[in-house]
């Protein structure tokens, strides 16, 4: 069994998981300051799904272990930018 293809996975999911997490919080931390703040947070959520979800969907075409190696990995983005934000208290 080649740990390939679970590396691979873990990177690219890593990656999106910032991409889509870090779009979340991004959005957040400007959601005072635009007008009509809930379509900016729908529109938000809208890019950040049509950018992750094809790519869950390519990897789970490439194999089981693309598909956990990239589920773990955006998760890990996901823990990772959370302690971030609160070690930095939110607002960083």
């Given at each position: 069994?080649s740990?390939?293809?679970?590396?691979?996975?873990?990177?690219?999911?890593a990656?999106?998981?910032?991409?889509?997490?870090?779009?979340?919080?991004?959005?957040?931390?400007?959601?005072?300051?635009?007008?009509?703040?809930?379509?900016?947070l729908?529109?938000?959520?809208?890019?950040?799904?049509?950018?992750?979800?094809?790519?869950?969907?390519?990897?789970?075409?490439?194999?089981?272990?693309?598909?956990?190696?990239?589920?773990?990995?955006?998760?890990?983005?996901?823990?990772?930018?959370?302690?971030?934000?609160?070690?930095?208290?939110?607002?960083?």
């Amino acid at each position: 069994m080649s740990l390939v293809p679970l590396l691979g996975g873990l990177v690219v999911g890593a990656v999106l998981g910032v991409v889509y997490f870090g779009g979340l919080w991004w959005t957040v931390q400007r959601l005072r300051t635009w007008r009509r703040p809930q379509s900016a947070l729908l529109a938000s959520f809208v890019v950040r799904a049509a950018v992750v979800l094809p790519a869950f969907v390519f990897l789970a075409l490439q194999g089981a272990l693309w598909l956990v190696g990239a589920l773990l990995g955006f998760l890990a983005a996901r823990f990772a930018l959370q302690a971030r934000a609160v070690r930095k208290g939110g607002d960083g």
